[in-house]
């Protein structure tokens, strides 16, 4: 692929009034329209030439014969990572995200909603954001008979997080083994997040079953494997999935959204993206196929991690949308979001 050196001054020029118009208009650009846009004085010819260079360097596309000009995807991620000029975040929408994000009186789980909905609302675009269930501080748990062979597990967390998961156990199980599995667990999960629990529990149990009833083991293990187990590690939220059809215009883009809604709703492979991100520094920026997630929707997703005490990063924060996002404008956008997430709960 092109790298940014190789381009002169002109291409570079000509280059960035088109993803700009992209940008704008989603529409494609010719040469004339061009002409009356730069900042060098440059002949519609001229202006040609250099499109049709750009064109075979697999920068820009013609949609269709005659056509003006798009950036392709290998296009706008150059562009990007290398020609944009990332703006300041506009005092209004700094002062709309401090607003929505105030943390009086608010759990983690509360903020983290409130952020999403903030990115949401003004990015038009779906906001998302990765937060592990297993850094909350443990503060009770409880076991309740539903039926023969299925018990109701509630974990409770020291910021305020309730939630629910079903367990299957032996039928006939009588309550005082629920009672007794729920006594084990609170008088050895205080002050601990679930992933230290079960450590410290297991072992325990491996050690010395004798302290609980058979049956009672059986419910504390499979109740910490439920939580503990594959998939429960990280709670995802996603908010403003209708954003994305706003810019929709043609039946096959409309097909290419709807894949990306049920990958959304497994919601395994964005898990996966983001638990990438939180390992790099700083804002994330995935464009179209660079990921499998967005190869058929053409999508692009803008993330940032956000830490917690010392700086330790526990999730991240960002925005999914069409491929011709206003990267200057949502990139500092997410950026800022996520550093008010970490000052607050920091």
């Given at each position: 692929?092109?790298?940014?050196?190789?381009?002169?001054?002109?291409?570079?020029?000509?280059?960035?009034h088109?993803?700009?118009?992209?940008?704008?208009?989603?529409?494609?650009?010719?040469?004339?329209?061009?002409?009356?846009?730069?900042?060098?004085?440059?002949?519609?010819?001229?202006?040609?030439?250099?499109?049709?260079?750009?064109?075979?360097?697999?920068?820009?596309?013609?949609?269709?014969?005659?056509?003006?000009?798009?950036?392709t995807?290998?296009?706008?991620?150059?562009?990007?990572?290398?020609?944009?000029?990332?703006?300041?975040?506009?005092?209004?929408?700094?002062?709309?995200?401090?607003?929505?994000?105030?943390?009086?009186?608010?759990?983690?789980?509360?903020?983290?909603?409130?952020?999403?909905?903030?990115?949401?609302?003004?990015?038009?675009?779906?906001?998302?954001?990765?937060?592990?269930?297993?850094?909350?501080?443990?503060?009770?748990?409880?076991?309740?008979?539903?039926?023969?062979?299925?018990v109701?597990?509630?974990?409770?967390?020291?910021?305020?997080l309730?939630?629910?998961?079903?367990?299957?156990?032996p039928?006939?199980?009588?309550?005082?083994?629920?009672?007794?599995?729920?006594?084990?667990?609170?008088?050895?999960?205080?002050?601990?997040?679930?992933?230290?629990?079960?450590?410290?529990?297991?072992?325990?149990?491996?050690?010395?079953?004798?302290?609980?009833?058979?049956?009672?083991?059986?419910?504390?293990?499979?109740?910490l494997?439920?939580?503990?187990?594959?998939g429960?590690?990280?709670?995802l939220?996603?908010?403003?999935?209708?954003?994305?059809?706003?810019?929709?215009?043609?039946?096959?883009?409309?097909?290419?959204?709807?894949?990306?809604?049920?990958?959304?709703?497994?919601?395994?492979?964005?898990?996966?993206?983001?638990?990438?991100?939180?390992?790099?520094q700083?804002?994330?920026?995935?464009?179209?196929?660079?990921?499998?997630l967005?190869?058929?929707?053409?999508?692009?997703?803008?993330?940032s991690?956000?830490?917690?005490?010392?700086?330790?990063?526990?999730?991240?924060?960002?925005?999914?949308?069409?491929?011709?996002l206003?990267?200057?404008?949502?990139?500092?956008?997410?950026?800022?979001?996520?550093?008010?997430?970490?000052?607050?709960?920091?």
């Open positions: 692929m092109t790298k940014l050196e190789e381009l002169d001054k002109r291409s570079r020029e000509v280059f960035r088109i993803v700009d118009s992209y940008v704008e208009t989603g529409e494609p650009v010719g040469s004339k329209s061009l002409s009356g846009r730069l900042d060098m004085s440059l002949s519609p010819a001229t202006i040609r030439s250099i499109m049709a260079d750009l064109e075979a360097n697999g920068l820009l596309y013609a949609p269709h014969t005659s056509a003006g000009r798009l950036p995807e290998a296009g706008l991620r150059l562009f990007v990572h290398g020609i944009l000029e990332i703006g300041d975040l506009a005092p209004q929408e700094q002062k709309e995200i401090d607003q929505l994000c105030k943390s009086t009186g608010k759990n983690r789980a509360d903020l983290l909603e409130d952020a999403t909905k903030a990115l949401c609302g003004l990015s038009r675009c779906a906001g998302i954001v990765l937060a592990p269930k297993s850094e909350s501080i443990l503060k009770h748990v409880e076991f309740v008979n539903l039926s023969p062979g299925r109701l597990v509630i974990l409770i967390t020291e910021d305020g309730v939630e629910n998961r079903i367990i299957e156990v039928q006939g199980i009588p309550p005082s083994n629920l009672i007794e599995a729920g006594n084990y667990l609170n008088s050895r999960l205080a002050g601990k997040t679930l992933h230290e629990a079960k450590t410290k529990i297991l072992g325990e149990l491996e050690e010395n079953r004798s302290q609980l009833n058979l049956l009672s083991a059986d419910v504390v293990e499979k109740g494997a439920i939580w503990a187990g594959k429960t590690a990280t709670s939220i996603v908010r403003g999935q209708s954003n994305l059809l706003q810019d929709v215009r043609h039946v096959d883009e409309l097909n290419r959204i709807r894949t990306l809604f049920d990958a959304l709703d497994t919601q395994e492979e964005l898990v996966e993206l983001l638990d990438a991100a939180i390992a790099a700083g804002v994330q920026i995935f464009i179209g196929s660079e990921n499998d967005f190869s058929l929707s053409g999508c692009s997703l803008i993330v991690p956000y830490s917690a005490d010392q700086g330790r990063v526990v999730g991240a924060i960002g925005v999914i949308g069409p491929a011709r206003n990267y200057s404008r949502i990139i500092p956008m997410v950026d800022y979001t996520a550093k008010l997430i970490s000052k607050t709960i920091g």
